[in-house]
């Protein structure tokens, strides 16, 4: 593992020291990948919509026509999110000092907007459909819902491999199940509408599969808006790191504690660190400490530590009252007061 690391000579006002994990070489392997899967997926899908909304079209399906509308939000999605990969490969410059990590939350979230949309209008359509009969080939419905439901496993199955690591990956694999558990509910409603005659399954299937649509985004609103409002990553435990840090000897009390999510994969925390006076001059060893655990323990990418000596004047932010804030993790916070 490679890191890189800034040190400050000791002072009066503490000891400060920020270390950033170099994690362009997996991201760059992650997100070209996973472009090249995109890309594979992205000409599938298309192929896919094409065939299945004139199969639509033809036998008067608006099941069909909405699953079509569904894959093709999911084509867009897909294409935004091979574009989100290829921007997050530029290097960090003076402008964007934590590099392009948030363009893959920001398509995951177009994503997300533009699956809502596709709902509603499916639920709109489906409305009208139930108050307003249409006749409904159900042979055609059928074939091309059995044909989704493979092709949209196929590219689940292609997608997986890079799920695990990026959000937008994990949504456009999420898109793909969903889809093919729409072509589930298609099949079915071509089996009653061939069986019993009648087409009402059929805009009922549409409003089931735009439920489906809004569910399946939801985990993608709330990760996205998560991390834009910059929340503690999933999995760190506020109060752990807090035992972690205090578990070091010399250490007397951690606060203005900050964990956040930078961009898939990339997490970051900051925090001030107070010591005993007594250990002053082993200030340098307890901050590595600090940086090494919190690393460890919970993977964080980027760390900025301050250490601050118990007795000493208290840095310009606690002066000022942004630790004493909503801003400051810490039940000691009261002795900066």
Same mark, same amino acid.
């Given at each position: ?74 084509? #867009? ?71 989704? #439901? ?103 009390? #951690? ?83």
């Amino acid at each position: 593992m490679h890191w890189g690391s800034e040190v400050a000579p000791p002072s009066t006002g503490g000891l400060h020291l920020e270390r950033r994990r170099k994690v362009s070489h997996d991201h760059s392997h992650v997100a070209a990948s996973g472009k090249k899967r995109l890309a594979v997926a992205v000409v599938l899908t298309l192929v896919f919509v094409i065939g299945e909304f004139l199969a639509g079209w033809r036998s008067h399906s608006l099941a069909l026509i909405s699953d079509a509308g569904h894959n093709f939000a999911d084509a #867009i999605a897909l294409i935004l999110s091979w574009y989100a990969l290829s921007v997050t490969l530029r290097a960090h410059d003076s402008s964007k000092t934590f590099g392009y990590h948030r363009a893959g939350t920001l398509a995951a979230l177009a994503n997300a907007l533009s699956l809502a949309v596709i709902a509603l209008i499916i639920v709109w359509e489906a409305i009208h459909r139930i108050l307003v009969p249409e006749r409904v080939s159900a042979g055609p419905m059928v074939v091309v819902a059995l044909v989704a #439901i493979v092709v949209n496993l196929v590219i689940s199955f292609w997608l997986h491999g890079g799920a695990k690591h990026d959000l937008n990956m994990r949504s456009a694999y999420l898109h793909m199940m969903g889809d093919a558990l729409a072509g589930v509910g298609v099949v079915i409603a071509g089996a009653i509408v061939w069986l019993t005659g009648t087409s009402i399954a059929d805009p009922i299937v549409s409003l089931i599969i735009g439920g489906l649509i809004l569910y399946s985004s939801r985990g993608i609103w709330v990760e996205a808006v998560a991390t834009l409002m910059e929340a503690t990553p999933p999995g760190v435990d506020v109060s752990r790191v807090q035992q972690t840090v205090r578990s070091i000897q010399g250490v007397k009390d #951690i606060h203005c504690l900050h964990t956040w999510v930078v961009g898939s994969g990339v997490t970051a925390c900051s925090c001030h660190v107070t010591i005993e006076p007594e250990y002053e001059v082993s200030s340098q060893e307890i901050l590595r400490q600090v940086v090494d655990k919190l690393e460890d323990r919970f993977d964080f990418a980027h760390t900025t530590i301050q250490i601050e000596v118990d007795g000493f004047a208290p840095s310009v932010a606690c002066e000022k009252g942004v630790c004493r804030g909503s801003a400051c993790l810490s039940s000691a916070a009261h002795e900066h007061a």
